[in-house]
């Protein structure tokens, strides 16, 4: 069984076309979940939660898509400056005037977790655990330097072994680690990457034998995404970033 893990579109159109393209050139027959935070940042969140609808995509919610569910007051993000804080009410004040009822109730009716078990349900193992930012919160940056101590604390909770496989985003920083045979996947970001590519991120998961993981990136018509953001009057920083892969 093969899967495709899409995280952290939020709202960017064209990447997450440009994303469901590549899987299908690339893997044809694979079962594609989303990792949550299909909101935020960019115009076109009622598209993204449409498309997803008719293309049949499963997934997870993010802090993005519960915090505009259920009117939280701000959407849970960590901000590293005080403009970074402004700008992400900015979006998060745009995101839920914008998204329709229709919108809003898909977002609230998303799982925290979706259990996968790729040889069924009826055997042992392995199974492909989804969820945004970690087992324990939608909110947590799961990122790479965390100690072995922590993925396995994670692990613990969802009762992962070896050969099991956790997957999650959040961090908008795609890593693959092994840790006491557990494979920890961060997805990366469709919609918004912070590595410093601004290619749209996806991973995936092959489990026909040992758990075997491909990072993939994917280039989209990023100009677009930018003069939707303009032209929607959202801060011109959420297009530079976009350009920048969040080195803006
Ligand atoms: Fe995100």
Same mark, same amino acid.
């Given at each position: 069984?093969?899967?495709?893990?899409?995280?952290?579109?939020?709202?960017?159109?064209? *990447?997450?076309?440009?994303?469901?393209?590549d899987i299908r050139e690339?893997?044809?027959?694979?079962?594609?979940?989303?990792?949550?935070?299909?909101?935020?940042?960019?115009?076109?969140?009622?598209?993204t939660v449409a498309l997803l609808e008719e293309l049949g995509i499963?997934?997870?919610?993010?802090?993005?898509?519960?915090?505009?569910?259920?009117?939280?007051?701000?959407?849970?993000?960590k901000y590293e400056d005080p403009r970074q804080e402004e700008l992400s009410h900015v979006s998060y004040a745009w995101t839920r005037e914008h998204v329709t009822p229709a919108t809003r109730r898909y977002l609230a009716a998303l799982p925290f977790r979706v259990d996968l078990?790729?040889?069924?349900?009826?055997? *042992?193992?392995?199974?492909?655990m989804l969820v945004h930012g970690a087992p324990t919160l939608n909110t947590l940056y799961w990122t790479e330097d965390r100690s072995d101590e922590f993925c396995l604390q994670m692990a613990q909770r969802v009762g992962a072994k070896a050969?099991?496989?956790?997957?999650?985003?959040?961090?908008?920083?795609?890593?693959h680690r092994v840790v006491g045979g557990i494979h920890f996947v961060n997805a990366g970001s469709v919609g918004r990457p912070k590595d410093g590519d601004w290619r749209a991120s996806y991973a995936a998961?092959?489990?026909?034998?040992?758990?075997?993981?491909?990072m993939?990136?994917?280039?989209?018509?990023?100009?677009?995404?930018?003069?939707?953001?303009?032209?929607?009057?959202?801060?011109?920083?959420?297009?530079?970033?976009?350009?920048?892969?969040?080195?803006?």
């Open positions: 069984m093969r899967y495709a893990l899409i995280a952290d579109i939020h709202a960017n159109l064209p *990447a997450l076309r440009a994303v469901i393209d690339r893997w044809g027959a694979i079962a594609v979940y989303h990792l949550g935070d299909l909101v935020g940042y960019a115009p076109w969140p009622n598209e499963p997934g997870v919610a993010g802090n993005s898509d519960s915090t505009v569910a259920t009117d939280y007051k701000h959407c849970g993000c078990r790729p040889r069924g349900g009826h055997v *042992a193992g392995p199974a492909v050969g099991d496989v956790i997957a999650f985003g959040h961090t908008h920083k795609p890593w998961v092959d489990t026909t034998g040992a758990p075997a993981v491909e993939v990136r994917v280039e989209y018509d990023v100009d677009a995404a930018m003069a939707g953001i303009r032209s929607a009057g959202l801060p011109g920083d959420f297009a530079e970033h976009l350009r920048t892969g969040g080195r803006a």
